[in-house]
């Protein structure tokens, strides 16, 4: 049977988090209409190899998972690399001990649009590294004593990107934070310099995921989508593209990306919004990895 006729195939696998043994793996797949009668006569399996375990960090193992189908033997799927579901939490522990020492107390800056998650993917960094989180709109809306939309509201984005800058120099001062800045920071050259002692990681969402979640939450809090008309979708996907043909260039200048497209595609997903915070905080420590070891000249 051709690997293409599978649309996706669901891998779930989780590890015994003392043991850091994986356990019941299993398997599910969707096949593309055209197969469905055959689905019966399809077998799946799935291969793990073991968990390594070297001084305190996991390795994750390789899972494979082959299809046979009737009576012809078993063939490795060439739908593309699986990445199993493991205990996130074990990964996230065992990544963030291993990258702590090169990081050396260095802050890392997440950037990026609007709603791509660098607050919520920013909290669980902070926690697993041991570092505090920062919030830059916070910093702007504690030291006015207003939002950030009655910011704009009463004197307009200038002021407001007066006091982020403000801010992130207060913060570039500091060591051991995760900082999750406004999306519109990267804009001002002065911001990259508060940033440059620390590392710059992109969080690269689609438009279209992005706009999906801001109008799922609303617009209030984000003065600069808030008066477009027509529905919330569309109104807040054609402000964030033109944002962003404007910012492209300035996220491409960031130490490290994160790019949630690439990360379904290790997964196998076909849809960037089944991607959990816990495993695009995992990726950003993988790149977070590559970017310092490439910095160093040692291998990835
Ligand atoms: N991986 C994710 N999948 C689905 N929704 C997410 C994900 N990450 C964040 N969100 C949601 O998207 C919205 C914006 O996230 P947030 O972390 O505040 O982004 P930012 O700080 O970049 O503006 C929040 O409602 C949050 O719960
Ligand atoms: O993209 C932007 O210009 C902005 C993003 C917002 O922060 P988040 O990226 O945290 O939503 C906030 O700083 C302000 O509304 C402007």
């Not at 689905?39 to 046979?68: F, H, I, W, Y």
């Amino acid at each position: 049977m051709d690997a293409k006729a599978v649309h996706y195939v669901n891998f779930y696998a989780s590890m015994n988090s003392d043991k850091a043994v994986m356990v019941k793996p299993a398997v599910s797949l969707q096949c593309s209409p055209k197969f469905r009668q055959e689905r019966k006569n399809l077998q799946m399996t799935v291969s793990r190899n073991a968990v390594r375990k070297v001084g305190s960090r996991v390795e994750l193992p390789d899972a494979g998972v082959s299809c046979s189908y009737e009576k012809f033997p078993a063939s490795t799927l060439d739908s593309g690399s699986l990445c199993s579901t493991f205990d996130d939490n074990l990964v996230l522990k065992g990544k963030s001990e291993e990258i702590m020492s090169f990081l050396d107390g260095r802050c890392i800056y997440l950037i990026g649009m609007m709603g791509s998650g660098k607050t919520t993917v920013g909290r669980i960094l902070a926690d697993f590294l041991g570092y505090c989180f920062r919030d830059s709109d916070k910093i702007v809306e504690q030291s006015c004593g207003k939002s950030v939309a009655q910011l704009f509201l009463l004197y307009g984005e200038g002021y407001f990107r007066e006091k982020e800058s403000e801010a992130l120099r207060t913060l570039s001062l500091m060591q051991c934070l995760v900082v999750s800045t406004g999306g519109g920071a990267v804009v001002r050259p002065i911001n990259w310099k508060y940033m440059q002692k620390g590392i710059t990681v992109y969080i690269d969402v689609p438009l279209e995921a992005l706009a999906q979640r801001i109008s799922d939450v609303g617009t209030a809090s984000r003065p600069l989508l808030h008066n477009e008309s027509g529905d919330a979708y569309n109104k807040a996907l054609g402000r964030l593209s033109t944002l962003f043909e404007e910012r492209a260039d300035d996220y491409a200048n960031a130490n490290a990306r994160v790019s949630l497209e690439n990360i379904a595609a290790k997964m196998g997903h076909i849809d960037v919004s089944n991607l959990t915070p816990n495993i695009i905080a995992i990726e950003a420590l993988l790149q977070i990895d590559n970017y310092l070891r490439r910095k160093e000249g040692m291998p990835l």
